[in-house]
């Protein structure tokens, strides 16, 4: 670095004293401008005085690229890319709210995958929290149908079939009221007895029933209701769904009663793509602890019953429509989903003539006897 400033100083003295720096002082100071410059500005590539113009703005200018002007143009892109990506990134997932307005903003679908998506542990915490819902919305859940003693709830339960238990409920307290034990029904006439059923429908056939099951407890059972299931099954007309609602209302054990709202509800759920019954109850009843079962099916049939109609569901009164990967197959607006709530949740009577005194607390209205209004 030292060389070039004495070789300079050396050629001047060779150049003949004063005249020589009177006429070459202006050049003499561009040569020193293009020798020293060149040094620091070599990359601009240029060696003339405006070189040292277009220099500062090659300097701005390699910020941009940090290196070369050439080789980071795709820098910016990149950085770009990100950007484009951000917006198309969002995907509000808006769920309804319980039973308000909002359910209008999105369909479940948003917050539940379609089926084989969901892992098994997300299916038994989404089923559990939906029976907690439930719970919560109906405390009072019990079976709807009267009965005294395991032998009336049996006999309800198998009259059931086919209509409602309002029906049922409206037409049994005159049958118990002639026929208050297996030993009497066994004996009565049958005509009598389907004169007595004819408003609960097929009464021809489910006088064969329960008379048949009456004789059955007295000639196997000595009059008395078994509480296993293995004798249950074995009575006329009683099946696994019938022999669970007796052994979980009138025994204390638990069962999963599948009825054809029960069936509706779980699969629109997506807790099981079953439709044999005793399929779906094992599927189900894998979900919940045991201890659960009983109660599991009094809350999902009375909200089969209330709001989850068959037909045309109350999307926009649903408690549990954030839950439900089906929302949005009934009615959304709120206001238009009231009017389709039956029962108690609908300022209606519920089903049963003699209802638990929690449910009539809870703001429950007791069914009409038959014949009545």
Known sequence: MKEKPTAGAGGAGEDKGAPAKKAPAGPAKATAAKKTPPEKKTPAGKKTAAGKKTAPAAKKSAPAGKKTAAGKKT???????????????????????????????APAKTVVGPAGDESRTALVRRARRINRELAEVFPYAHPELDFENPFQLVVATVLSAQTTDLRVNQTTPAL??????PEDLAAANPEEVEEILRPTGFFRAKTRSVMGLSRALVEDFGGEVPGRLEDLVKLPGVGRKTAFVVLGNAFGRPGITVDTHFQRLVRRWRWTEETDPDKIEA?????????DWTDLSHHVIWHGRRICHARKPACGA????????????GETDPEKAKKLLKYEKGGLPGQRLKPPQAYLDAGGRAAPPLGAG
């Open 75 to 105: 820098a910016p892109a990149k950085k770009s890319a990100p950007v484009r990506k951000a917006p198309a990134a969002k995907k509000p997932l808006v769920a309804p709210k319980k039973a308000t307005a909002s359910v209008r903003a």
């Open 176 to 181: 118990f009221a002639k026929y208050p034990t």
């Open 283 to 291: 599927a189900v009843g894998a979900l919940f602890p045991k201890s």
């Open 318 to 329: 649903c408690p549990i429509a954030p839950l439900c990967p089906a929302y949005g197959e």
